[in-house]
Nanobody, 123 residues
Framework: QVQLVESGGGLVQAGDSLRLSCASSGRTFSRLAMGWFRQAPGKEREFLAAIGWKGTTYYLDSVKDRFTISRDNSKNTVYLELSRLKPEDTAVYYC?????????????????WGQGTQVTVSS
């Protein structure tokens, strides 16, 4: 089992930055593929970024110049840096983990999910 706890969300203004954190416990973190997704009201959960155990990263094209995923295996934590935030970035942000790297951009690839952290961007 893997437990994931996100933090770092909040209410910010357009143009601001945030750093989301996701702390993992349970299985060996360095062997987990980690992903970040978001879900806005009335919309599907959307892939944002993923990072493998060797540091390979994938991004949603529309956010890759503003969002950065990273991991610190010594702290069992994955981060998502959000910059130049826009009102349309308002959503609940989720981290996810899995032992496989088969389809890191797909939410079906991930067995474990956090509870989410709200990000609200005002205009």
């Amino acid at each position: 089992q893997v437990q994931l706890v996100e933090s770092g969300g909040g209410l910010v203004q357009a143009g601001d930055s945030l750093r989301l954190s996701c702390a993992s416990s349970g299985r060996t973190f360095s062997r987990l593929a980690m992903g970040w997704f978001r879900q806005a009201p009335g919309k599907e959960r959307e892939f944002l970024a993923a990072i493998g155990w060797k540091g390979t990263t994938y991004y949603l094209d529309s956010v890759k110049d503003r969002f950065t995923i990273s991991r610190d295996n010594s702290k069992n934590t994955v981060y998502l840096e959000l910059s130049r935030l826009k009102p349309e970035d308002t959503a609940v942000y989720y981290c996810a983990a899995d032992q496989t790297w088969t389809a890191p951009k797909s939410k079906t690839n991930y067995e474990y999910w956090g509870q989410g952290t709200q990000v609200t961007v005002s205009s």
